[in-house]
């Protein structure tokens, strides 16, 4: 029986999505319980992946439609 993976097992390991660091007040770097301050895009061993740290991407605006669009000659 193979296992379900809840989550794509080819998302790269970053530091700033990691259960372990959270972002400093500066925005800039983490602070990471296990190796102290280190680079949001930088990963250890310990790491380990946390769905809710990460952002999810804007929505694309919506292109402007005019009336003439939707008329049937």
Known sequence: MTKYQLF??????CCAFCEHGRTAPDGKTVLCIKKGIV???GHCRKY???PL???????PKLP???ESEF???
């Open 8 to 13: 794509n097992p080819e998302i790269e390991p």
């Open 39 to 41: 680079l949001p895009d």
């Open 48 to 50: 380990r992946y946390d």
């Open 53 to 59: 740290r990460r952002e999810p991407k804007p929505r």
């Open 64 to 66: 402007q439609y005019d």
């Open 71 to 73: 008329e049937i000659d």
